[in-house]
């Protein structure tokens, strides 16, 4: 072979590997391209995800906000019923049993006292209660005739003693 034949044959060589490179070159720029352009779908989905994900996060917070005001302003107003029962109620209601002559009543303390003078509140203040007998199962007893018993339980249940 002659180095003329050696430098044609490297002359259509390479006429043959260029268009071969061309299309290579052409493919991975084709390639680049979609890569690109998926890049781009990524990037704007995420900056589209974010921007929802700043209003949810805002809507939330405002919601929470809200949700706080309502449950501070429930627990002022159960607060106030709180106060309103406590005056209705004593948080120290101290309920007793009494047997009076086999008639059993129950009956808080000082529903018994609330009449001042009265035979039932000095029966049971604190300087006589201790006085008081008790029956078998630790109730306290009163004997009383069938004719005052009525007027007692209705004494205790009402407060009224006319």
């Known amino acids: 072979m002659t180095s003329g034949s050696v430098a044609l044959r490297a002359i259509e060589s390479d006429a043959l590997i260029e268009p071969s490179f ?3 070159l052409a493919s991975i720029e084709g390639e680049r391209d979609r890569i690109r352009g998926t890049w781009q779908q990524i990037q704007q989905g995420r900056e589209e995800r974010t921007a929802e994900l700043e209003h949810l996060r ?3 917070e405002e919601w929470c906000l809200s949700e706080r005001t309502n449950i501070s302003a429930e627990w002022i107003r159960l607060d ?7 005056d209705l109620w004593p948080e120290e209601t101290e309920i007793i049993d009494i047997n009076c002559s086999g008639s059993i009543f129950t009956i808080a303390r000082k529903s018994l006292c609330s009449i001042e003078g009265s035979v039932l509140s000095r029966v049971f203040s604190d300087e006589f ?3 008081v007998p008790r029956d078998e199962q630790g109730r306290f007893y009163l004997d009383s005739t069938q004719r005052a018993s009525p007027l007692s339980s209705s004494t205790c249940r009402t407060g009224d003693s006319g």
Do not use: A, D, N, P
């Not at 106030?80 to 406590?86: D, F, H, N, P, S």
């Open 58 to 60: 805002q809507s939330t």
């Open 22 to 24: 061309r299309r290579l």
């Open 129 to 131: 209660i201790s006085e």
């Open 80 to 86: 106030g019923l709180t106060e309103t029962v406590g």
